[in-house]
């Protein structure tokens, strides 16, 4: 299989004629190069301009005060893929300090049908960290965990924006690896972290059939205190099996 699956990166210059620092220059919708955007109870997807990366263009979220609330966009390349890589960046300062209840869930790894009561393989969180800051916490599936999930956080997100890649294995011995703002260069670092994929096995959903990045099912205090506030994305990018990178 080819090593990189897709880019879709809201700003890289020629890409779909996504070009310009202006918000002339950028698209006014995600789709292409997604799949799709979902838009629920007041949740909105927009494009605006100055990436998070010296690019041009890049995504906010917002959500309305609904748990029913979704703004992202999916991405369909995937195909019960047994490997899934994916990167992207994230700055979310404009949603203000978490308070200890506060959770927002940014992306999932979906398999194409549900098994053990999960179609999520893989999903992410912004969470609460220390004295209002964030942090992301992953969800796996896994054979051992309570609901058939394994949970990990990461460390307080600093100010401004950062990136996560992971590194999702699916199988008898699955695992999930992940890192959090590594140096820059194209030779794989060690993994910041990982999430614990107790029993093992996490082959029972069958492989990664779609890649959903946003906002999207909010806890009761996040639905009333963070709503219409943004959360901004930019350079997804997923691969089969090569580290990513910047």
């Not at 300062?93 to 200890?100: E, I, K, P, V």
């Not at 609901?147 to 460390?155: D, K, L, M, P």
């Not at 260069?185 to 059939?209: F, I, K, L, Q, R």
Request: net charge neutral; charged share 10%; glycine share 14%.
């Amino acid at each position: 299989m080819n090593a990189k699956m897709n880019l879709l990166a809201l700003a890289l210059l020629g890409l779909a004629g996504y070009a310009g620092s202006a918000v002339a220059g950028c698209p006014s919708s995600p789709v292409p190069p997604w799949s799709s955007a979902a838009q629920l109870s007041g949740g909105v997807v927009a494009i605006s301009a100055g990436g998070l990366d010296s690019s041009a263009c890049k995504m906010d979220a917002s959500l309305g005060g609904s748990f029913a609330s979704l703004a992202a966009v999916v991405d369909n390349t995937p195909t019960a893929e047994p490997r899934y890589r994916f990167q992207f960046l994230i700055n979310p300062d404009a949603a203000g300090t978490f308070g200890n209840t506060d959770a927002v869930q940014i992306f999932s790894a979906n398999a194409a049908a549900a098994a053990n009561g999960r179609t999520p393989i893989l999903q992410l969180a912004l969470t609460p960290g220390a004295s209002g800051a964030k942090r992301i916490t992953m969800i796996a599936s896994c054979d051992g965990g309570s609901g058939f999930r394994c949970v990990a956080q990461t460390a307080d997100l600093p100010a401004g924006v950062s990136r996560m890649e992971v590194d999702l294995q699916i199988g008898a011995a699955g695992s999930v690896n992940y890192w959090l703002n590594a140096a820059q260069g194209t030779t794989e670092p060690p993994a910041t972290g990982s999430v614990t994929v107790t029993g093992g096995n996490n082959s029972w959903n069958g492989g990664v059939d779609s890649g959903v990045m946003g906002l999207g099912a909010p806890t009761p205090s996040f639905k009333n205190t963070h709503a219409g506030q943004i959360i901004s994305f930019d350079t997804f990018d997923s691969r089969r099996s090569t580290y990513i990178g910047w």
